[in-house]
């Protein structure tokens, strides 16, 4: 059970670079000029990171304003569902949903084992 528990810790961190990768894909593939592009390519990822630091870096522990329970629940949904949308756009929305249903088993799984 312990590998298990690792490797869903594994997947979390995996689904956090996905939204940041996601993110980028979708601002660098915009139909824009180049200059909104790479703004967009670098600053949309950029506030995903600034939203998770703030509020659930480290599973809240290395937050500067963690939140818990319902809230965090509520920002992961909109994290992680905000750059499922963002994939859909930029891929395909199979690739959109595929995403955000990982992070929904990830989480129902981290909930069922009480990891951060």
Do not use: S
């Not at 940041?20 to 506030?47: E, K």
């Not at 909109?78 to 929904?104: E, K, M, N, S």
């Amino acid at each position: 059970m312990t590998v298990l528990k690792g490797a869903n810790l594994a997947l979390m961190f995996l689904l956090e670079l996905g939204v940041l990768a996601g993110a980028a894909i979708w601002g660098f593939t915009l139909d824009a000029n180049l200059i909104v592009r790479i703004i967009a390519g670098i600053g949309v990822p950029a506030v995903f990171v600034v939203v998770w630091a703030l509020f659930a870096a480290g599973g809240g522990k290395n937050a500067r304003y963690p939140l818990t329970g319902p809230w965090r629940a509520l920002l992961e949904i909109v994290w992680f569902g905000g750059a499922a949308v963002l994939i859909g756009f930029a891929c395909t929305a199979l690739g959109g949903i595929v995403f955000f249903a990982l992070w929904a088993i990830n989480g129902a799984l981290r909930l069922l084992w009480h990891q951060a």
